[in-house]
């Protein structure tokens, strides 16, 4: 039997378990720094004595380098492996962590800033496809799902993060937790995660077998004797996502992710300060983030189940619409109780239908060319998605009312349900490189 039959037919070991969790341990690492600088920016701008145009500098500069990371160098782990492209992606961000509490100005934050989001950016691709080809088939979707809950639960922990340090310790004491939490995970991988089968046997060189069974019996299963011939061969270029073949399914996906993650950036941005302008004091704005990140756990690991179920694509389309209701409902709502209510709601949706988005990409590309479809699409998405709270912000000032900016920005997950609704999921690349079609679809 072929190495990827025993992955994908046999049950899943306590080690694939294992893979699975430092997925979503790393991905948490993405929630916690994307928000760390959130958090941090009131007390830099105080303390340097800088004005809002300039904090935005540093935290466009954030999006900016995980924008380039998810296109430049998540393909990389298509060529040198995943194991391998997230060890060198925890090296950058360690570094360029530790480094940012030590700048002086503007200039030199915003370029650490930009260092550590070229780590990010790649690491989110790579370890979606991680996730994907450690997971049997019967656990395929929850083990994304598993993955996509580090997003939130890293939100829960750099707002407790913050709330301690932040008076006593100072901006600097935040990062620099952030930096240690990251190269405390280099050895834990090194040691710990195993390459990507299915990534050893797509470059199909004269040791791949020997290789396979070697990770096969580090994992605990029997090991294999043949080997399929599938299509998976290294003749498959980069570019490939964007031939005839691929483009429908590229286009679609990244204008999904992209208009989704609009709305997402939406409210990871400008919740909070929503809150506190309607009446309510900073305590009450952080409870209702809270409770949005809350139901993105929820909704993540609930996406696992759905999924199993009703397949991939009727369990995303519903979550998306859901979205886009949770939250243009959120912008005419006052009382506390109800804003908490509906913040659960909004994470419970937004979530899920985030982790919808990463399992589809991951399963609707071949093994060679997954870790780059995932990355070109996070990539062009997390760039296309930054506008959504600068134009947020222009209405506001523009003193247009929040239930209408609510709205307007309650769309892009609303486009993005039709557009998923819409999207073959049976290619002709899936049926070329012996690719599975959507479960239940």
């Given at each position: 039997m072929d190495p990827r039959e025993i992955i994908a037919q046999d049950r899943m070991t306590w080690r694939q378990w294992l893979a699975v969790v430092i997925c979503l341990v790393l991905n948490a690492l993405d929630g916690f720094d994307m928000l760390a600088i959130t958090f941090a920016a009131p007390v830099i701008r105080e303390a340097w004595q800088v004005t809002h145009e300039q904090i935005g500098i540093v935290i466009a500069s954030s999006l900016v380098g995980m924008s380039l990371g998810s296109l430049f160098l998540s393909p990389l782990a298509d060529v040198l492996g995943r194991r391998t492209m997230i060890i060198i992606c925890l090296t950058?961000?360690?570094?360029?962590?530790?480094?940012?509490?030590?700048?002086?100005?503007?200039?030199?934050?915003?370029?650490?800033?930009?260092?550590?989001?070229?780590?990010?950016?790649?690491?989110?691709?790579?370890?979606?496809?991680?996730?994907?080809?450690?997971?049997?088939?019967?656990?395929?979707?929850?083990?994304?799902?598993?993955?996509?809950?580090?997003?939130?639960?890293?939100?829960?922990?750099?707002?407790?993060?913050?709330?301690?340090?932040?008076?006593?310790?100072?901006?600097?004491?935040?990062?620099?937790?952030?930096?240690?939490?990251?190269?405390?995970?280099?050895?834990?991988?090194?040691?710990?995660?195993?390459?990507?089968?299915?990534?050893?046997?797509?470059?199909?060189?004269?040791?791949?077998?020997?290789?396979?069974?070697?990770?096969?019996?580090?994992?605990?299963?029997?090991?294999?004797?043949?080997?399929?011939?599938?299509?998976?061969?290294p003749t498959i270029r980069r570019l490939d996502i964007f031939s005839h073949t691929f483009l429908l399914t590229t286009a679609t996906l990244t204008i999904a992710y992209s208009l989704h993650t609009m709305t997402t950036y939406f409210v990871l941005g400008w919740v909070p300060s929503i809150v506190v302008d309607i009446g309510h004091d900073p305590g009450t704005a952080a409870l209702v983030s809270m409770w949005i990140n809350i139901g993105g756990v929820v909704g993540g690991l609930a996406f696992g189940w759905f999924a199993g179920h009703f397949g991939l694509k009727l369990s995303t389309v519903p979550l998306l619409a859901g979205t886009m209701a949770a939250v243009a409902i959120f912008g005419d709502l006052t009382s506390g109780p109800t804003l908490k209510l509906t913040g659960f709601a909004i994470g419970f949706c937004m979530i899920g239908a985030s982790v919808g988005l990463y399992a589809l990409i991951a399963h609707l590309y071949p093994t060679a060319l997954r870790a780059t479809g995932t990355g070109v699409i996070i990539g062009i998405g997390r760039s296309g998605a930054a506008v959504g709270p600068v134009l947020a912000g222009v209405l506001m000032t523009a003193e247009v009312d929040k239930a209408t900016i609510a709205i307007l920005m309650a769309t892009g997950s609303l486009v993005a349900a039709i557009a998923i609704w819409m999207l073959p999921t049976r290619p002709g690349a899936d049926q070329r490189s012996g690719a599975v079609p959507c479960p239940a679809d």
């Open positions: 950058i961000m360690a570094i360029s962590m530790a480094m940012a509490p030590l700048s002086s100005d503007i200039a030199t934050l915003s370029f650490w800033r930009l260092t550590t989001g070229l780590g990010i950016g790649a690491l989110v691709g790579t370890i979606t496809a991680m996730a994907y080809e450690y997971a049997n088939m019967r656990w395929r979707n929850l083990a994304i799902g598993l993955m996509g809950v580090g997003y939130p639960v890293g939100g829960v922990l750099v707002a407790a993060t913050s709330a301690a340090l932040l008076p006593a310790h100072g901006w600097e004491a935040v990062l620099w937790i952030g930096a240690a939490a990251t190269a405390a995970m280099i050895p834990l991988v090194f040691l710990i995660m195993p390459e990507s089968i299915a990534f050893i046997m797509s470059k199909q060189g004269a040791g791949a077998l020997a290789d396979a069974n070697a990770v096969l019996r580090q994992l605990g299963h029997r090991l294999a004797t043949l080997v399929r011939d599938d299509g998976s061969s």
